[in-house]
């Protein structure tokens, strides 16, 4: 059964501090995405990559970074963690244009 | 601006009726369209994709699509309380492997 996997389900970080979020993929996708789930404003996204090393700016990518090193492994790194990066974390994977695999999600709350 | 407009909802249906589900999408050039499933809590799972006018079915649900309308649906026959949940549409073009996402439709069968 492919899988993505999302390190944390949930995580409570105080404001400023540098927050990391993994997500593994075990289906040698080569798509990897990070999108953010808020509550009326659906599903948002932060960033993407292609392929290792490649990454490309989403819709809202300020307060965010992202590293992949390797194919099966993207992280979303919050900087300076803000209050207002409080929420639910998605991160997919996808083979071309077939639809996405999601992880369970890590709901972040920031205080 | 692409847009993918669905009706928030909740949809309520009884137990054992048909749903009906449905999605409008702005950009003529999108070429692949999916349905996910969301329960409370948890994150999105690809339940349909279709990517041809007409219909295509997968057990108790079926996707239609009719791009001269720009217009998507999933209808889910017999539906279960189990079903009970936010269902989002998405739509990508020829070539993008990001499709745009709707708000979702919250469905609620009722015993």
């Known amino acids: 059964d492919v899988k993505v996997t999302q390190s944390s389900r949930y995580l409570v970080k105080r404001t400023g501090e540098k927050v990391f979020l993994e997500c593994v993929q075990d289906m040698d996708h080569e798509n990897m995405f990070w999108y953010r789930q808020d509550p009326g404003l659906g599903l948002r996204l932060i960033y993407f990559s292609y392929d290792v090393k490649m990454k490309e700016k989403g819709d809202i990518p300020e307060g965010y970074s992202v590293s992949r090193e390797k194919k099966e492994r993207f992280s979303l790194i919050l900087e300076s963690a803000s209050t207002n990066q409080t929420s639910m974390y998605l991160c997919?994977?996808?083979?071309?244009?077939?639809?996405?695999?999601f992880g369970s999600g890590t709901r972040l709350t920031v205080v | 601006q692409k847009e993918v407009e669905q009706n928030s909802g909740p949809l309520s249906v009884p137990e054992g009726a048909i749903a009906s589900l449905n999605c409008t999408y702005s950009d003529r050039g999108s070429q692949s369209f999916f349905w996910y499933r969301q329960y409370s809590g948890k994150s999105p799972e690809l339940i349909m994709f279709i990517y041809s006018n007409g219909d295509k079915e997968d057990g108790r649900f079926t996707a239609q699509l009719n791009k001269a309308s720009q217009y998507v649906s999933l209808l889910i026959r017999d539906s279960q309380p189990s079903d009970s949940a936010t269902y989002l549409c998405a739509a990508s073009s020829g070539g993008s492997y990001i499709p745009t996402f709707g708000r979702g439709t919250s469905l609620i069968v009722h015993p």
């Open positions: 997919a994977s996808s083979l071309k244009q077939w639809g996405y695999t």
